[in-house]
């Protein structure tokens, strides 16, 4: 299956990735972190997902000022008018919006589809083939979204729910799209078989993606497309910095998607393609460990290590992240998460994993703002 | 109390201090190290403890090959020749014997004082009061041994056991040397009242030391003034390097003590001045750490640091020795010393600490050498 000729890709690169730390900072978010089991980073495993589907002229990064630098860096043969840089974060649907109006006017009716810069993708080609699929509909005037099927009734995740098919795609209609629902009702879900896990992966014409938020939201429309005018002209920057603070904060799921749906103008195709967010460490340790006798090691420098990175003695269940030619050495020790990096040294007890975040709150409180 | 004219300090500095890993090791160390609540190493605080006793031309420091570098740089007020290298580690007979021999060579009935480079004294003043009513004895022909007033039924340590008082000094005679006991003896040895702790601390005439090895081990003096005559003569390298080798390993209270108590020959004088083998890390945090919220902080750089350099979570009891610049941040952990060495890094539960050595041979068989 062949990608349409108009199509683009659009890369929202923001997020820090609290539940990562010390791995993922504040300066160095996890997209710029190397949990692909290569050397390569998310951001970079992300950008070699999408170029066999668009070319890397038709990759767009939009990305904040502090990590416009890193973009650049990291993907030497992106193009320099392809880094979109805000000049603070307005949430995603700012961001997307802004992308979609430029391309817009660069190529008026393309199609365009938007991935995060931190997940992992285990079978590439499935998810190029059903980004094409979406485009399908996309090219019809709905605005789609790639849902991931399944595998657990997962809590940390929104879902959407599918209605009837569109013939003949395999595109579903979407209904509604329901926030992280409690563990019961995420059984309810799976079991169902009619809900999809929202990855943020969105398909559609930049023409009907910005004709729908000029009908939700006008606001945020009228400003986009000022900025998105005034985009490489000498005024550009003036533009973009006067306008930019004053974009309303909102997710383009509620902004756009939600009502969009309530509409009928959504659908979606199921994508089975080893889809992770690599959320936290239990996910990375399942993903990109290796299991050694008392702990799963996760080695992300990509160099055979000289020496045991892990040595562990009357002590099992533990998750470790090294640090290259250091070794871990641990006595009497269970059920423990170590990330050892450069700065900062995280020991976390396993089922806590979710509360790394309230430690960097602590970490902040403390004065130890510089290692967050 | 003025010190006698004619009294040498010997510093015997080996040893690796392996319940200190990874603090202490074979490369770098216990009296390498800065446990003192200063930036001084131990062995440059027993250099600064002894040197207003005998003044730094007259205290000598027997060490192996691998640390004469490290003795010669961190006590640069030293005088070469008394840095006495040996070949290869022969235990502590051979090492004192050899100092002992040396310098009756140079100053004939001289008084020999020796002391562990390891070990940490918080009152100075009484410590060489202590030696200087020792020397009393040394001089009547003693073997004098300063003995530790225990200060808890303690089984890893080493035991005199005293007798009668020899009058009108403060000098007891010494009944036998015991072994490390049991905690029901230890609790019996601390009760009684006669019993001091082993604490390595030897002071006797040179020309007495070395007729009682003459007499007990004759193979050993036989050596050792061989070894000596030849000192600092062209010959002096080849002699120490052919002989050296095949000097009996033995510890200088089974080869010499040991049979001179029995025959009534061992003096001692009770010592209580803040004495502390700092054996392992709870030691080290009683004795140096800053209690904190959650841990015993143990920062050893000597330097005020800029932030937190531990942070924890509904975490307790933990005892951490920070790296400077880094933090170590817990999330629901406990008990656990958390070692963080530029190479390597421990963590222990608190009540498996005098396993570390078991841990240290694992990392060895697991090829981890380099960091042991």
Redesign the interface.
């Known amino acids: 299956m062949r990608s349409p000729d108009d199509l683009y890709a659009v890369v929202p690169a923001g997020g820090s990735g609290t539940r990562l730390?010390?791995l993922s900072r504040a300066a160095h978010p996890k997209f710029f972190q190397p949990l692909t089991g290569t050397a390569r980073s998310l951001l970079q495993a992300t950008f070699d997902r999408l170029r066999p589907l668009v070319g890397p002229e038709r990759i767009c990064v939009v990305t904040g000022v502090d990590h416009a630098a890193g973009v650049a860096r990291q993907l030497p043969e992106l193009p320099e008018h392809n880094i979109m840089v805000e000049p603070a974060p307005r949430d995603s649907c700012a961001a997307i919006a802004l992308a979609a109006a430029i391309i817009e006017r660069r190529h008026p009716g393309a199609l365009m589809a938007s991935f995060a810069a931190d997940h992992l993708i285990q079978d590439e080609e499935v998810f190029r083939r059903t980004v094409v699929e979406a485009t399908a509909g996309a090219s019809d005037g709905l605005l789609m979204t790639v849902g991931i099927m399944p595998t657990r009734p997962e809590t940390g995740y929104g879902y959407v729910q599918c209605s009837e098919k569109v013939r003949p795609s395999t595109v579903q209609k979407v209904a509604k799209y329901r926030e992280k629902p409690p563990l019961d009702v995420a059984k309810q879900f799976v079991e169902s078989g009619k809900y999809l896990w929202n990855a943020g992966m969105f398909i559609w014409r930049t023409d009907v993606f910005l004709a729908r938020l000029a009908e939700y939201r006008p606001d945020i429309a009228k400003l986009i497309q000022e900025i998105a005018a005034a985009w490489g002209t000498p005024q550009g920057a003036e533009v973009l910095g006067t306008l930019w603070p004053t974009v309303p904060r909102i997710a383009v799921e509620y902004a756009v998607m939600e009502p969009a749906a309530a509409d009928g103008r959504v659908g979606t195709v199921p994508g089975d393609f080893g889809w992770s967010d690599i959320g936290d460490f239990e996910t990375v340790a399942t993903l990109l460990g290796s299991d050694e006798s008392e702990a799963t090691v996760v080695d992300l420098s990509g160099e055979p290590a000289?020496?045991?990175s892990v040595?562990g003695?009357?002590s099992d269940g533990l998750v470790v992240l090294p640090r290259r030619?250091?070794?871990?050495?641990?006595?009497?020790?269970h059920d423990?998460i170590?990330v050892?990096t450069?700065?900062?040294?995280?020991?976390?007890?396993r089922d806590?994993a979710q509360?790394?975040k309230?430690?960097i709150e602590?970490?902040r409180e403390?004065?130890?703002?510089?290692?967050v």
């Open positions: 730390w010390p000289e020496g045991p040595v003695l009357d030619g250091r070794v871990v050495a641990a006595l009497d020790v423990l170590v050892d450069e700065d900062a040294l995280l020991l976390c007890r806590r509360d790394i309230k430690l602590l970490l403390r004065g130890a703002e510089a290692h």
